[in-house]
């Protein structure tokens, strides 16, 4: 069981918008930045939003994160069948001295 | 070119050791702390640990500390995860990553996978 919590699935239909939770506590994401990440089977996963909610380059604007206290929120509008794949955030905790990744959301396009 | 290519995997006896390597390439290796990551079959991703750029300091996950160990050589641009008294659970990909600085790992190997099965 992840001390990161993320819903197990998620679902939309093409353009629409969704949101992936990311729930922890105040010895990580209450005190540290968050990442998120997006892995599609048989692929290497790839950093999406880092530092709460900026984008690497090449990302597009349609990926947006967010962090409020102790949860942090990533969400995909203008849904694509693309964006199909496993969803993580990701943070350091400083009470276990280490680095956490959320049980991972299932993104699944209808 | 920038990247970073793992080698080094295969099936190993329960107890067993072996040494998975990744090899990075297109920037400056040393000022970068690097990590391991694993994904079990059908789980999500597991952080194992990380070592600073001058390979001084290295952190670990419980569930591998003192089985496993990371290091690295700056001359070589390589980094190591050397594991021991290797179990069941650890059949995994592992990935290498570089880390930017909090756990924002913007650079990832293709995977190594790792069974431990007897």
């Known amino acids: 069981q992840s001390v990161l919590t993320q819903p197990p699935s998620v679902s939309g239909t093409p353009g629409q918008r969704v949101i992936i939770s990311c729930s922890g506590s105040s010895s990580n994401i209450g005190s540290n930045t968050v990442n998120w990440f997006q892995h599609l089977p048989g692929t290497a996963p790839k950093l999406l939003i880092y530092?709460?909610?900026q984008r690497p380059s090449g990302v597009p604007d349609r990926f947006s994160g967010s962090k409020s206290g102790t949860s942090a929120s990533l969400a995909i509008s203008g849904l694509q069948s693309e964006d199909e794949a496993d969803y993580y955030c990701a943070g350091r905790d400083d009470s276990l001295n280490a680095v956490l990744f959320g049980g991972g959301t299932k993104l699944t396009v209808l | 070119q920038v990247q970073l290519v793992e080698s080094g995997g295969g099936l190993v006896k329960p107890g067993g050791s072996l040494r998975l390597s990744c090899a990075a390439s297109?920037?400056?290796?040393?000022?970068?702390?690097m990590a391991w990551i694993r994904q079990p079959p059908g789980k999500g991703l597991e952080w194992v640990g990380y070592?600073?750029?001058?390979?001084?300091?290295?952190y670990y996950a419980d569930s591998v500390q003192g089985r496993f160990t990371i290091s690295r050589d700056n001359a070589k641009t390589s980094v190591y995860l050397q594991m021991h008294r290797l179990r069941a659970d650890d059949t995994a990909f592992y990935y290498c990553?570089?880390?930017?600085?909090?756990?924002?790992?913007?650079?990832w190997g293709q995977g190594a996978l790792v069974t431990v099965s007897s």
């Open positions: 990553a570089r880390d930017l600085a909090t756990a924002d790992f913007d650079l």
């Open positions: 530092s709460n909610s």
């Open positions: 297109g920037f400056r290796f040393s000022d970068y702390f």
């Open positions: 070592i600073s750029g001058s390979g001084i300091s290295t």
